[in-house]
């Protein structure tokens, strides 16, 4: 203690030490009321709209980019569905459009056959009448010649 009320001396100190203490105290604590706890308040705000909305970004971003990925997942599903439905309509389509390609085929050649054997018919008709009227025409040419 004495080495400690030495230092003191050697620092000019004296009794009014106590009553600067105290004076300084009651300032600080004005001070802290009016101005430190007010600058705290800025500064907690300030870093709660910064680094806070910071952070609050990053988790609407991933909650983004869930959302994206479901939707991207929800349209390949719906997408596939759509592609099979497509193609199950064409192939129902082109069968059916198969089916009456190949009856009109059909009802074409039938008709071409009727025809075919109609104008075969009668070209054998005709055949066999201007068979007949050449031997006709024949006896009359030799009737002439002979006359």
């Known amino acids: 203690m004495d080495k ?4 003191f001396q ?10 600067q203490f105290i004076i300084f ?5 004005l001070l802290k009321m009016l101005l430190f706890n007010k600058l705290l308040f800025v500064l907690q705000l300030r870093e709660s709209k910064t680094t806070k909305l910071d952070e609050e970004a990053n988790d609407t971003f991933s909650k983004a980019e869930t959302l994206a990925e479901e939707y991207h997942q929800k349209i390949a599903v719906i997408h596939d569905g759509a592609n099979s439905e497509a193609s ?12 009456k390609l ?7 050649l039938k008709e071409y056959e009727d025809k075919k054997v109609g104008i075969i018919d ?4 005709q ?7 050449s031997k006709n025409l024949t006896d009359d040419l030799v009737s002439k010649f002979l006359n």
Not at 122 to 125: G, K, L, V
């Open 4 to 7: 400690l009320i030495g230092i």
């Open 25 to 29: 105290t009651v300032i600080f604590l």
């Open 102 to 108: 190949k009856a009109t085929t059909e009802q074409i």
């Open 88 to 99: 199950s309509r064409k192939e129902k389509i082109k069968s059916s459009e198969d089916e």
């Open 127 to 133: 055949g066999k009448e201007l068979l007949s009227s």
């Open 10 to 19: 050697q620092l000019g100190v004296d009794s009014s030490i106590f009553i």
């Open 122 to 125: 009668r070209a054998q008709a």
